[in-house]
Nanobody
Framework: QVQLVESGGGLVQPGGSLRLSCEAS????????INWYRQAPGKQRELVATVTNGGIANYADSVKGRFTISRDNTKNTVYPQMNSLKPEDTAVYYC??????????????????WGQGTQVTVSS
């Protein structure tokens, strides 16, 4: 069964840094792309970054220059490095992955999966 587990969130002061992770487990054949979203209370979900299968990352203007995402294909894990954090970065961060998995009946299935979310709070 495919599962995405996130970690690394917490409380940090403005200007501080956090390193999140999203590990995909299960019978995964291929991860097509990875998206990172965040949602603050009372606000709509925001796409903050994407990573292609080739490792090319794109960032929203709100985080560009501060966030850097690396990908470890061996571990099926992606690591957003978040620097120079601001109070407006406070949100629950979710990873979303479009991938192909192999079920127990040997059928290959392509669909998107979501992590459980990890809370990032930036406050002095």
């Amino acid at each position: 069964q495919v599962q995405l587990v996130e970690s690394g969130g917490g409380l940090v002061q403005p200007g501080g840094s956090l390193r999140l992770s999203c590990e995909a487990s299960g019978n995964i054949f291929s991860i097509i792309n990875i998206n990172w979203y965040r949602q603050a209370p009372g606000k709509q979900r925001e796409l903050v970054a994407t990573v292609t299968n080739g490792g090319i990352a794109n960032y929203a203007d709100s985080v560009k220059g501060r966030f850097t995402i690396s990908r470890d294909n061996t571990k099926n894990t992606v690591y957003p490095q978040m620097n120079s954090l601001k109070p407006e970065d406070t949100a629950v961060y979710y990873c979303n992955e479009e991938l192909i998995s192999r079920e127990r009946n040997q059928v290959f299935t392509q669909r998107a999966y979501w992590g459980q979310g990890t809370q990032v709070t930036v406050s002095s």
